[in-house]
């Protein structure tokens, strides 16, 4: 016998494993679900991995856990009113604070799951997420799409989960498990979002459209400006001020120090207005049914009327909207807070998040995107209609072809490269009519 088989953890291990039962391959269902309620979840869906509803999520799902043949969805409800409060502090707290009751919860499920020998992973709720990924998916797992599965609610027209009796007043924790369930759910065969369009009116940037359209350009640059993209913008004004006084007139004192306190205690959302209209929901709908009117004054209103500091991109529809919807509220215009693109790909695959339909209004034209050099790819662009559309390969006559060198492109992007500087070397060319250049970059402000 090896020296390594006479070491004492070895050889306990060796007798407990004569003597051990058969692992378990599956779990049964309400065993499993009481065990999630126990931990604290205010309610549970089970989701098999290779479900088809997930089957986008799949691939993301096996890379931070190759074993998971299953996942469990859970909820935490947070307390309606603070989320309804013009003081955004009260709110954010009651985010920050359900958060971490999601993250100790699932914590929790994986603890008692280990301890019976069943192998489990449970990714944050939020943030913290893989940066190094920045700026593409961050996060571990997608759990709205992983909820929907699991039956805890569908998605409304303002992109948050709304759960059939507790409304969108909910944080989700997702549980990747190296197990079957005796037992899966299935859908909800309803959405509980009333298309009351609550979340339409409330938006201070107009965000969400009537028709459903959603601007996430508009939502990121304003309600998370202290997130990702909002700080690294802040950062680069303290890099480009020449002095203190340079920097107090690009950032007002509040602004600073918001920004510590974002800093110090948890990013705050400016907004989050969506979440707190929304009267969907056994548990939330009786005072929006029983005086629709009083429930608009009571909870909209005060959110439209609160006097705040809205942040814009120059030329956006969001500025537009603000000037339009909410001329009491001050309009500060900030760059593009959404990193530009490391990829020729990642531009393409981008653009549906930058575009600017009401910029739009009236172009009908299509682009061919050729690059070369480092990275090989061709790609047809059409803006017709306030649609965009994007194709893979040249199709159809275009107005304009570009033609690029993907890192000179990308340098373009990113303020790094001087257009003309780079059509000058020829590292861009031109074909067709060039003001449809113009007309393209007035779709995608920076």
Known sequence: MSQFEQHPTVKRFREQEATREESVTTLDADWLRQLCLDAGAD???????GQLAIADQQRDILTAFPPTKALIS??????RENVRSPARSVANVEFHHTGDEVNDISREIVTALERRGIRALNPAMGFPMEMDRFPGKVWVV????VAVAAGLGHMGIHRNVIHPKFG??????????DAEVSAYSAPIDYNPCLECRLCVVACPVGAIATDGHFDFSACYT???????GGFGDWAGEVAESRSFKDYRQKVSPSESASMWQSLSFGANYKAAYCMAACPAGEDVIGPFLRNRVGFVQEVVKPLQDKDETIYVVPGSDAE??????????????????????????????????????NQSEGLDAVYHFIFTGA???????????KKLNIQTGLVGKPNLQITADSNTWLKFLAKEQNLVWALLRRQIRLKGNVRSLLAFSKCFPS
């Open 43 to 49: 309610d549970v869906g089970f989701v098999e991995v």
């Open 74 to 79: 859970f909820v935490c409800r947070m307390n």
């Open 142 to 145: 997608s759990h709205k799409p």
């Open 168 to 177: 969108n007043f909910i944080l989700l924790g997702t549980v990747l498990i």
């Open 222 to 228: 304003h309600n998370y400006r202290e997130f990702m």
């Open 320 to 357: 537009a909207h603000v000037a339009r919807r909410f001329p009491h509220k001050q309009v500060k215009q900030v760059r593009n807070t959404l990193v530009p693109p490391r990829t020729a790909e990642g531009f393409l695959g981008g653009m549906p998040l930058l575009f600017q339909r």
């Open 375 to 385: 990275e090989s790819h061709q790609a047809t662009v059409t803006i017709r209609d």
